[in-house]
């Protein structure tokens, strides 16, 4: 089994920068690639960003050049670092590990999840 524990989050104005983080633990936990969604009231949850153990990431369009997703991974933790924050990237954000080693690009490449917390942007 895999712990996920997110911490972070709170409130920023427009332009603002702000970093979650996100540990993840137990014994099956094997370098898993991880990654960092969201969800908006009444829209569906998407990703964000991922990252695998090799470094390889993606991002979503509307994040490019505003937010990278460091990993270290002799912590298991990776961050969500968020510049030029908007008012459209309110949401709660979840962090998550993937199944395995290889990166995932949809919600169900991933089984072990956070708590989420909330993001919320002022303009």
């Known amino acids: 089994q895999v712990q996920v524990v997110e911490s972070g989050g709170g409130l920023v104005q427009a332009g603002g920068s702000l970093r979650l983080s996100c540990a993840a633990s137990?014994?099956?936990?094997?370098?898993?690639?991880m990654g960092w969604f969201r969800q908006a009231p009444g829209k569906e949850r998407e990703l964000v960003t991922a990252?695998?153990?090799?470094?390889?990431?993606t991002y979503e369009d509307s994040v490019k050049g505003r937010f990278t997703i460091p990993r270290d991974n002799a912590r298991n933790t990776v961050y969500l670092q968020m510049g030029d924050l908007q008012p459209e990237d309110t949401a709660v954000y979840y962090c998550?590990?993937?199944?395995?080693?290889?990166?995932?690009?949809?919600?169900?490449?991933?089984?072990?999840w956070g708590q989420g917390t909330q993001v919320t942007v002022s303009s």
């Open positions: 998550a590990a993937a199944r395995g080693q290889g990166l995932g690009y949809t919600a169900d490449a991933y089984d072990y």
């Open positions: 990252i695998n153990w090799l470094q390889t990431r």
């Open positions: 137990g014994p099956t936990f094997r370098g898993n690639a």
